[in-house]
């Protein structure tokens, strides 16, 4: 078996992609399936199948957009080359008549391999030859000129020409008259293939045909001509040099753009990828500090996200997603523009801390799992996103744009998901990861290098590039444009907590008071004290540090959620650093005495209060007018509005009413946060198959040999007469191969015949026999299976088995 | 990670005061940073546009700036932030206002696209003239000041190297026999005259006359002064004499009253501001003379009027003297780029700790209305609200309670009503000086109380501004211009001149509890509590239960 490929190899060059494919080691084949995995839905029953499947225009299409640009344009300069075409027309046509860049020609049997391994190319060296609908795609054709900018030949380019007219181009062209138009057109390729003698006769033209000659010689190679065309251009059209495709349409033809160019079909050929510069050199710790705040602000944005939605968050729009005033207002609590805001929904959607609730009025709330993931340590919760955000689909710096049908995409909508984002993003960060760490490189640099390894749909590419570089900063898994430590974590597949741990600030458990009723958190707070100062003041300024601001309101909203002046003293005293400034102890004190000093009860939306004067006072204030209010007792109002309207109307005019239970308690005022039901996050959408693993491509590639040698293994003429293609043999002969080959370990080509009747050739490896039934491992099918030896008509052996 | 500085992504700096860098990092940021609060513990600073201009103005890069925060921050600062001050200061100087040998004032570009984006801005079409090449276009000479009002505008800040006028020559000497510039002014002075043109801020009562006196030694040159009022007129005048080689002769007053126009003249924004027919007749006032400086004091008091024709003095060196660069009316922007950057400026506490302006110590006393009181307010019309509550009796009643507590001290009252003025004086047998009180009468009265012949003076709003009252140690505040966070500041002025004895100022203010008067103290002390001067607050009843005890 070994033996047959190795004469596969030095023997005769293979006649077909197919034969070359069985040719192939292995992990040759396994190389190929990894590379282009469509070609694995279904495995492919044999290599025949798996060369005809290669060779397709939907898969070729999806290998060439793959490809890097030299792997590409090796592949353009083989379509417009001879076919076959010898490796060193092919070094030729990219380096030119006078090779002056090594790098091409160090380059260039990478390429050649490259397309080789994806099976685009076949042959030996000497008669290389691009799969056909490669070439079909690359070359040129009258209506879509090739990439190379080359236009048809000139056999091409004349075919429906009359004889008479090429004799006329021969004439012209100064050659002499043929007896038939096939040798016409080979004279003239002829000449316009010779350097030197179409050179000659370049020089007899006018100046303004060479300006035209040079101006199709990058391509377009087309032009239009008036049905009178001016001098120069009809020395052009006499000589061939332009040839009419269509009334009014000339093309150049290839031969004499590849002379003009000197040979070269590439204009701008690109052999190696471009390099990662200007690298800016910053210290790694810098870039982990920088790093490490922004995904602290990362966390503290996403848990305000959540906070400010749990209580009432946006409806879903019944097209799914948000709508643009959610997202304007979400942008303005969280202080930053709307794409980002977008992209915070987004993450904390990916990860699974927000979801609809699914209820009639649907909404977006945070999950119970984002309960479970407050009770993390920061470190745990940045790596919950960061993972999450690897590895999503969603692109949110698309929202706010539109779609194809002009519809305009919301963020969390549909339409967001780009199957190349995850894709994409990693190799951002793998080519940041392969600079040294701290280094950082211009975006421009990144994308320039994306768009030379994958140069087909570098425009959206290029849009998701920069969208991960955006977001990998927001996120803190770059600082300063260079990968941060947690971040090489997160992109090696590692746990990036441990590493982000040790960068975090400790938590502190102080903040500092001062006389304008300001508090200062010089870092963050422990999470109580963050919450408890969050209801007693206001956020005025956040980043590192964080500014609260105390003002009657925010004092009124602690004292409404059930907490006393003294208790709030005593946890103001207990938290500062410095002495509670007079004025700020004499603000809770103010307030607190004026709150509750007027009662609201729901039952009867009533009104009391113990000062008399209050009330006549709110009685007579025209203000008070909409609340209908009538006095019951001395101390008592009752009111026709709601209690709800009343505590607004009050407050609104400067009083700090408190709502009253039944029982004539104070009432806590605390929103209800909000909870969907458990929600799971959403899986990453995927195109096309999913890349293969290494077991999955062993056993393919397994099945392909072994069903390919089930159709293509040369057989041993059986013993006895053969009918039908199935061997046949008797019961007892059978029963005897099949024993000796269990002894041998040899492969037995038998003929089997299944419940249903249906006859088949099977490839097995018998691993024992009794109880009437032979245990085999199944080349055909690749696995281990059970025959009855009844059905079995007959055995053969292998013929190469026998060979050795 | 233990710098004294934090960045905050909204653009602010904290700074912790009590860090033993502290003082290191307010030097390296006070140059591109505006200090916006001063409390105890953490000061507040700002960036913004025109604070990094300034910076760039004063000589400081982009490079200073991102080295200075990242020096000391504690925590990594916002790429991003770093980013956009970069940005940000990189526009100022790309255009430059320059004098070319031939073709006379040009505004010239070290990038192309800059200029030919302003060119086509339809604001900055009439200003220019012809194009003399690629990088460079001529301006008209008057429209020096408008050109660099339009610039700013559209975010391209121009530098302007096109110098001064040296304007008519006149001997001016600094005459310190017996005291000294203080080290501050004498930064301060250095500070303008390196810069050409700029703002010097300092606090009120920090000696911002001697600043203006210090340049016109520098200047040696005809000066001309603008002041808020007549009174202050008639102190600068005064002062001048006594600090510099001026005579009486060489100095005019050109106010309602006197027109005299003099090597050193000193006019009032009230006169330039009266308009007559549809025109400003005095503002001929400017080309009377070729001044060699022109000094603006307060400048955050400055009106419009005088902002356009000032657009028009460019080729003339211009000092702006004032104690805080916010205005009410938010012309931040106009005072930068006509006036010029600012050159020089220090925090209050920091003159204060130096011992060259008294502390003070500023109570807000909350008066309880009585029940009628209340009902009345509650039915006052809105706009009657705030006088209604601002001058009740039981404020009166606190008020005079206070100046009681304060027997002896040189106290001034200070409030916005005449009537309740009128009342406070009956009450406390104490003069009032309000704006229909003579010129003659005022200095009278201001003379007997520097003296200490009278030892209360109630004053109206017109005294807000630049009198001189040595000896008034304590402040009684009944009523202001609703919130206005800037007449608290120079209210407070009046009590924060060094006192003889060194001992405390005070400054009371009594507001109305439950009202709006509260809501708008609030808001004015809210200047002055970022400023680090804090506020008690105590309950009259309190107060007054103390008195009793006495």
Not at chain 1, 118 to 127: C, F, I, N, T, V
Not at chain 2, 130 to 135: L, P, W
Request: hydrophobic letters at 40%; one cysteine or more; a negative charge.
């Amino acid at each position: 078996m070994t033996m047959s490929r190795e004469t596969d190899r030095t023997g005769a060059a293979p006649r077909t992609l197919a034969e070359e494919l069985r040719a192939r080691p292995d992990q040759a084949l396994a190389a190929l399936l990894r590379a282009r995995p469509d070609l694995l839905s279904p495995v492919p029953g044999d290599l025949t199948q798996l060369a005809t499947r290669a060779a397709t225009r939907a898969s070729v299409a999806r290998a060439l957009d793959r490809l890097d640009r030299f792997a590409l344009q090796t592949a353009e300069a083989l379509a417009v080359a001879p076919d076959p075409c010898p490796y060193d027309t092919l070094a030729a046509l990219l380096t030119g008549d006078e090779p002056d860049d090594p790098r091409i020609t160090d380059s260039l049997p990478r390429a050649v391999a490259t397309l080789r391994q994806q099976a685009l190319l076949w042959g030996p060296e000497d008669r290389l030859r691009l799969v056909r609908t490669v070439r079909d795609l690359l070359a040129p054709t009258p209506a879509r000129p090739s990439p190379t900018g080359l236009g048809p030949t000139v056999a091409e380019a004349t075919a429906g020409m009359s004889p008479g007219r090429l004799q006329q181009l021969l004439a012209a062209a100064g050659l002499p008259a043929t007896h038939d138009p096939v040798t016409a057109v080979t004279a003239l390729t002829e000449l316009f293939e010779d350097r030197a003698r179409l050179a000659a006769l370049l020089r007899t033209a006018p100046a303004e045909a060479r300006q035209v000659l040079d101006r199709l010689l990058w391509g377009p190679p087309y032009g239009t001509v008036t049905a009178d065309p001016a001098p120069h251009l009809r020395w052009l059209l006499d000589r061939g040099l332009l040839l009419p495709t269509a009334p009014g349409a000339v093309v150049l033809p290839r031969e004499v753009a590849m002379h003009l160019r000197a040979g070269r079909a590439h204009r701008h050929p690109e052999p190696v990828p471009p390099v990662l510069a200007p690298v800016t050199e910053r210290s790694p710790a810098t870039v982990d500090a920088t790093a490490a705040g922004e995904a602290l602000t990362a966390l503290s944005t996403v848990e305000e996200l959540l906070s400010d939605w749990e209580t009432t968050g946006p409806l879903v729009l019944r097209a799914g997603g948000l709508s643009v005033r959610d997202l304007k207002r979400t942008a303005t609590v969280l202080d930053c523009a709307e794409q980002t805001a977008a992209f915070w929904a987004e993450l904390a959607h990916a990860a699974g801390l927000l979801a609809s609730d699914g209820e009639v009025d649907e909404r977006y709330a945070p999950t119970p799992a984002y309960d479970d993931w407050l009770q993390l340590p920061p470190e745990r919760r940045w790596a919950h996103l960061a993972t999450a955000w690897l590895a999503t689909t969603r692109t949110p710096g698309l929202a706010g744009g539109k779609d194809a049908k002009g519809r305009t995409l919301a963020a969390l909508g549909p339409g967001l998901d780009r199957t190349a984002a995850p894709e994409v993003r990693r190799r951002v960060l793998g080519l940041l990861a392969s600079l040294a760490p701290g280094a950082a490189v211009p975006a421009e640099a990144v994308l320039a290098r994306l768009a030379w390894e994958h140069p087909a749909g570098q425009e959206s590419r290029a849009r998701l590039a920069r969208q991960a570089l955006a977001e990998a900063e927001l996120l803190g898994v770059t600082g300063r444009g260079a990968l941060a430590s947690p971040g090489r974590a997160l992109l090696a597949g590692d746990d990036p907590a441990p590493a982000l741990a040790p960068l975090l600030p400790e938590p502190l458990d102080h903040v500092l008071l001062q006389a304008d009723l300001t508090a200062v958190a010089p870092g963050p707070l422990h999470r109580p004290l963050a919450q408890t100062l969050g209801v007693l003041a206001d956020i005025e300024s956040k980043g590192g540090a964080t500014v609260y601001r105390f003002s009657p309101d925010s004092v009124r909203r602690a004292l409404d959620a059930g907490r006393t002046a003294a208790e709030l003293l005593a946890f103001l005293t207990e938290h500062s650093r410095t002495p509670v400034p007079q004025p700020l102890s004499y603000l809770i004190e103010d307030v607190a005495r004026r709150h509750g000093t007027l009662r609201v009860g729901a039952a009867a939306s009533y009104l009391r209060c113990d000062d008399e004067a209050l009330l006549n006072e709110l009685l007579a204030d025209r203000r008070s007018a909409p609340l209908r209010l009538r006095r019951l007792a001395p101390t008592v109002l009752a009111a026709q509005a709601g209690p709800e309207e009343l505590l607004t109307g009050l407050r609104a005019m400067g009083y700090a009413p408190a709502a009253e239970s039944a029982e004539g308690n104070v009432l806590i005022t605390r929103p209800d946060a909000h909870r969907t039901p458990p929600r799971s996050a959403p899986v990453p959408v995927q195109e096309g198959p999913p890349a293969p693993d290494a077991t999955l491509l062993d056993a393919a590639v397994r099945a392909i040999r072994a069903g390919d040698r089930a159709a293509t293994a040369e057989r041993k003429p059986a013993s006895t007469a053969t009918t039908g293609g199935l061997p046949r043999t008797g019961s007892a002969e059978t029963l005897a191969t099949m024993q000796a080959a269990v002894l041998t370990g040899t492969t037995l080509w038998i003929g089997y015949v299944n419940a249903d009747g249906a006859a088949s050739q099977r490839v097995i490896a018998p691993v024992k026999v009794e109880g009437g039934f032979v245990t085999a491992y199944d080349h055909t099918a690749d696995e281990v299976r059970t025959y009855p030896l009844h059905r079995i008509t007959g055995v053969a052996e292998l013929a190469d088995e026998t060979a050795s | 990670m233990n710098g004294s500085l934090i960045v905050q992504s909204d653009k602010t700096l904290l700074l912790e005061v009590d860090h033993e860098q502290a003082d290191a990092c307010r030097r390296a940021i006070a140059p591109f940073a505006e200090l916006e609060r001063a409390p105890e513990h953490i000061h507040t600073y700002r960036i913004t546009p025109l604070g990094l201009w300034n910076a760039r103005a004063a000589g400081h890069d982009a490079e200073q700036v991102v080295d200075a925060l990242v020096t000391h921050s504690r925590y990594p600062v916002p790429h991003a932030l770093l980013v956009d001050i970069a940005e940000t200061m990189d526009r100022y100087g790309r255009l430059r206002l320059l004098k070319h040998p031939t073709h006379g004032l040009v505004l010239e570009s070290s990038d192309r696209p800059v200029l030919e984006e302003v060119l086509r801005s339809k604001r900055i079409q009439p200003l220019v003239g012809a194009r003399i090449d690629d990088d460079t276009v001529a301006v008209h000479p008057s429209e020096r000041g408008q050109i660099k009002q339009m610039l700013l505008k559209l975010g391209w800040p121009a530098e302007d190297l096109a110098g001064y006028v040296d304007g008519e020559a006149h001997p001016i000497e600094l005459r310190e026999d017996g005291w000294a510039l203080r080290p501050y002014q004498r930064q301060a002075v250095d500070g303008f005259w390196h810069g050409g043109s700029g703002v010097v801020v300092l606090p009120c009562g920090a000696g911002k006359t001697l600043v203006g006196a210090g340049a016109m030694a520098e200047a040696k040159a005809t000066t001309l002064i603008l002041v808020t009022n007549t009174v202050s007129a008639r102190q600068w005048k005064h002062e001048l004499i006594k600090r510099t080689s001026l005579t009486e002769s060489e100095i005019g007053e050109y106010s309602g009253a006197r027109k005299e126009i003099r090597p050193v003249t000193i006019a009032t924004y009230q006169v330039l501001t009266t308009k007559r027919k549809g025109i400003y007749p005095h503002l001929e006032l400017f080309d009377s003379r070729d001044w060699g400086l022109v000094v603006y004091d307060e400048v955050h008091l400055l009106p419009a009027p005088v902002f356009k024709f000032t657009a028009d003095l460019q080729a003339r060196r211009r000092l702006g003297l004032t104690a805080t660069l916010v205005r009410e009316d938010g012309r931040e922007s106009d005072v930068f780029s006509l006036i010029g950057p600012k050159r020089f400026d220090a925090p209050w506490k920091e003159i204060e700790a130096q011992g060259y302006i008294a502390p003070a110590d500023c109570v807000e006393v909350r008066v309880s209305l009585t029940d009628g009181e209340r009902l009345a307010y509650a039915t006052a019309e809105a706009e009657e609200k705030y006088r209604y509550c601002a001058t009740t009796d039981s404020k009166r009643k606190v008020t005079e309670a206070l100046v009681r507590r304060h027997r002896g001290q040189q106290t001034l009252v200070i409030g916005q009503y005449i009537d309740q003025l009128d009342e406070l004086g009956e009450h406390l047998g104490a003069p009032v000086i309000k704006g229909e009180t003579t010129n003659a009468q005022r200095e009278k009265l201001f003379d007997a109380f520097r003296a200490g012949e009278i030892s209360v003076l109630v004053v109206s709003k017109v005294a807000n501004f630049s009198i001189d009252l040595p000896e008034a140690t304590v402040a009684i505040q009944v009523s202001g211009t609703f919130g206005s966070r800037q007449e608290e500041a120079q209210r407070l002025g009046r009590v924060l001149r060094p006192k003889a004895d060194g001992h405390e100022a005070r400054f009371y203010s009594v507001v109305a509890r439950d009202t709006i008067d509260q809501d708008f103290a609030a808001h004015r002390q809210r200047f002055l509590a970022e400023q680090g001067y804090a506020y008690r607050i105590v309950d009259a009843h309190e107060l007054l239960a103390a008195d009793e005890d006495v």
